[in-house]
Nanobody, 120 residues
Framework: QVQLQESGPGLVKPSQTLSLTCAVS??????????WSWIRQPPGKGLEWIGY???????YYNPSLKSRTSIPRDNAKNTVYLQMNSLKPEDTAVYYC????????????WGQGTQVTVSS
């Protein structure tokens, strides 16, 4: 059973960089056929897809966030990261790590989410 757990700072100042960690257990980010994804939900709004890194290393990003977003990984640690720079108050949200099946497209596994507040 795959389990995902997000971690990172809860408070970030505007213009600074967000760095979040998604620790994956019970499966491999390189050999299990999933898109290891980041999704966020601002307060009072719906879910917004940020991007993913696939099991084969390919990355894709929401066009509105692409210029300031990166999703690297550490295969040895079986860990996926989210890096987003130039943060704004509008980036305040609960950030989720999730695994999307490559064929069906459903998100089979979700982390519990981590709150990120952008404020000075």
């Amino acid at each position: 059973q795959v389990q995902l757990q997000e971690s990172g700072p809860g408070l970030v100042k505007p213009s600074q960089t967000l760095s979040l960690t998604c620790a994956v257990s019970g499966g491999s980010i390189t050999t299990d056929y999933y898109y290891w994804s980041w999704i966020r939900q601002p307060p009072g709004k719906g879910l917004e897809w940020i991007g993913y890194i696939a099991y084969n290393g390919n990355t894709y990003y929401n066009p509105s966030l692409k210029s300031r977003t990166s999703i690297p990984r550490d295969n040895a640690k079986n860990t996926v990261y989210l890096q987003m720079n130039s943060l704004k108050p509008e980036d305040t949200a609960v950030y989720y790590c999730a695994a999307r099946d490559r064929m069906v497209g459903q998100y089979d596994y979700w982390g519990q989410g981590t709150q990120v507040t952008v404020s000075s």
